[in-house]
């Protein structure tokens, strides 16, 4: 039973387009989200942030949005470039037990030149 | 400084054998992490140790995983006996404190049980 969803297994996107990641969870306990970045044969690397009492976190061409009434996130990439092409991870922190993360399946963003 | 380190970076094994998998943390932090990627479910927290002691276990998949951490440098992951379904990729994560943010991932250990 996944918690946190991500759809969308891959996504292609033009070089110098927005790329816009999905992210949907399940669980009000969850207050902090982060998305990763992970290349072939290399671990997942912190991307970027969001706390629950935030709807917005920018970071240079990397911007994600929390609908907490949807539970709801998304990562977008503006502009895109072909060294964005990754496997996206968003991970929820859930504070209802022990405080872990919970991770979703990933999507595969590929930017083509 | 380096960053987690985990050996093997691959492993081949037949049915039946005991697997360890190793991770050395990050110098200073104090929680460590063991996750299991497959396309399925995407990233697993199988359990994660604070100050050398395990806090959550319930991503186990069942007995024959077990992990330690007996010092604060170091940890295994153990599976006997190993079987084909428990072919994935396994890594391991630190981070300083409880309440987390960002965690540090080694490069992995891609297991494949024949």
């Known amino acids: 039973d996944q918690q946190v969803k991500q759809n969308s297994p891959s996504l292609s996107v033009q070089e110098g387009r927005i790329s816009i990641l999905n992210c949907d969870y399940t669980n009000s306990m969850f207050d902090y989200f982060l998305w990763y970045k992970k290349y072939p044969a290399e671990g997942p690397t912190f991307l970027i942030s969001i706390s629950s009492i935030k709807d917005k976190n920018e970071d240079g061409r990397f911007t994600v949005f929390l609908n907490k009434s949807a539970k709801h996130l998304s990562l977008h990439i503006v502009p895109s470039q072909p060294g964005d092409s990754a496997v996206y991870f968003c991970a929820a922190r859930d504070t209802s037990g022990t405080y872990k993360y919970i991770f979703g399946t990933g999507t595969r963003l590929k930017v083509l030149a | 400084d380096a960053g987690v380190i985990q050996s093997p970076r691959h492993e081949v094994t037949e049915m039946g054998q005991e697997v360890t998998l190793r991770c050395k943390p990050i110098s200073g932090h104090n929680s460590l992490f063991w996750y299991r990627q497959t396309m399925m479910r995407g990233l697993e927290l199988l359990i994660y140790?604070?100050?050398?002691?395990?806090?959550?276990d319930s991503g186990m998949p069942e007995d024959r995983f077990s992990a330690k951490m007996p010092n604060a440098s170091f940890s295994t992951l153990k599976i006997q006996p190993s079987e084909p379904r428990d072919s994935a990729v396994y890594f391991c994560a630190s981070t300083l404190g409880t309440s987390f943010g960002e965690q540090f991932f080694g490069p992995g250990t891609r297991l494949t049980v024949l």
């Open positions: 140790f604070n100050n050398n002691v395990p806090i959550d």
